[in-house]
């Protein structure tokens, strides 16, 4: 399997690996919490480092499921393009939803720095139904990897037991302070793994590999990276 569309095959293997370990990984990490904002702002006001930990992982498994949908739907799309444009369409709107939800986490979590964790609880609590335009994207959080999964099985990409995993990630739940340690929760991230894990695999070992200036250009990118973002 060589892929020569954007974003590659390195990126979209990367990302079909790494993407559900992280999301389990965030999810673990703050686990034993409440999994309501009320009991996430008082795990970070005791432990910040763990739960500033445990966001962030999640959030770098959300970013990276892009390229592991896209590595679905071009398979899917061979045989089943409906289904897995569809698929791939949902699934990235609902991903944007994610990536949102995760920022407005990370700003409460410096409104305990900031005020306390009392006062930052009142101005959560507040301010939590608000209306953004996200929230148009909360059906396609639900519904997008269900159609992906009924597309990659038609299309014979996955078997019936991966789909049915796959169509568990539906199961996670979306929003802002979301601990997401129920075990519903952890159940459609084990079924995102045994979905895409071990075809992550299979897309990284089928070609060629990467060269080794690459492979040093892009560990040397990553530490930069954070530096330029810091002090920007």
Not at 94 to 105: K, Y
Not at 141 to 147: K, L
């Given at each position: 399997?060589?892929?020569?569309?954007?974003?590659?095959?390195?990126?979209?293997?990367?990302?079909?690996?790494?993407?559900?370990?992280?999301?389990?990984?965030?999810?673990?990490?703050?686990?034993?919490?409440?999994?309501?904002?009320?009991?996430?702002?008082?795990?970070?006001?005791?432990?910040?480092?763990?739960?500033?930990?445990?966001?962030?992982?999640?959030?770098?498994?959300?970013v990276l499921l892009w390229p592991a949908?896209?590595?679905?739907?071009?398979?899917?799309?061979?045989?089943?393009?409906?289904?897995?444009?569809?698929?791939?369409?949902?699934?990235?709107?609902?991903?944007?939803?994610?990536?949102?939800?995760?920022?407005?986490?990370?700003?409460?979590?410096?409104?305990?720095?900031?005020?306390?964790?009392?006062?930052?609880?009142?101005?959560?609590?507040?301010?939590?139904?608000?209306?953004?335009?996200?929230?148009?994207?909360?059906?396609?959080?639900?519904?997008?990897?269900?159609?992906?999964?009924?597309?990659?099985?038609?299309?014979?990409?996955?078997?019936?037991?991966?789909?049915?995993?796959?169509?568990?990630?539906?199961?996670?739940?979306?929003?802002?302070?979301?601990?997401?340690?129920?075990?519903?929760?952890?159940?459609?991230?084990?079924?995102?793994?045994?979905?895409?894990?071990?075809?992550?695999?299979?897309?990284?070992?089928?070609?060629?590999?990467?060269?080794?200036?690459?492979?040093?250009?892009?560990?040397?990118?990553?530490?930069?990276?954070?530096?330029?973002?810091?002090?920007?």
């Amino acid at each position: 399997m060589t892929i020569t569309a954007i974003p590659g095959r390195w990126a979209e293997g990367t990302g079909l690996v790494l993407g559900p370990f992280l999301l389990l990984a965030g999810v673990l990490l703050r686990s034993g919490e409440d999994d309501f904002f009320p009991g996430q702002l008082a795990a970070y006001n005791a432990d910040p480092g763990r739960m500033a930990l445990s966001y962030g992982l999640y959030a770098a498994g959300v970013v990276l499921l892009w390229p592991a949908v896209t590595a679905l739907a071009r398979m899917a799309g061979r045989t089943h393009p409906g289904w897995a444009q569809w698929g791939a369409t949902l699934v990235l709107l609902g991903l944007f939803g994610r990536v949102f939800h995760a920022g407005v986490s990370h700003l409460a979590f410096q409104l305990v720095d900031a005020l306390g964790q009392a006062e930052a609880r009142r101005v959560v609590e507040v301010t939590y139904g608000a209306f953004h335009v996200f929230k148009a994207v909360n059906v396609c959080v639900m519904g997008g990897w269900i159609v992906l999964a009924v597309g990659a099985y038609r299309a014979r990409v996955l078997g019936p037991v991966r789909c049915v995993a796959l169509a568990l990630a539906a199961a996670l739940p979306l929003g802002v302070l979301k601990g997401s340690s129920d075990p519903l929760s952890l159940a459609a991230l084990t079924g995102l793994a045994v979905a895409l894990v071990p075809l992550g695999v299979t897309v990284l070992r089928n070609g060629p590999a990467p060269r080794w200036w690459a492979v040093a250009l892009t560990a040397a990118l990553v530490p930069v990276a954070f530096v330029i973002g810091m002090a920007g």
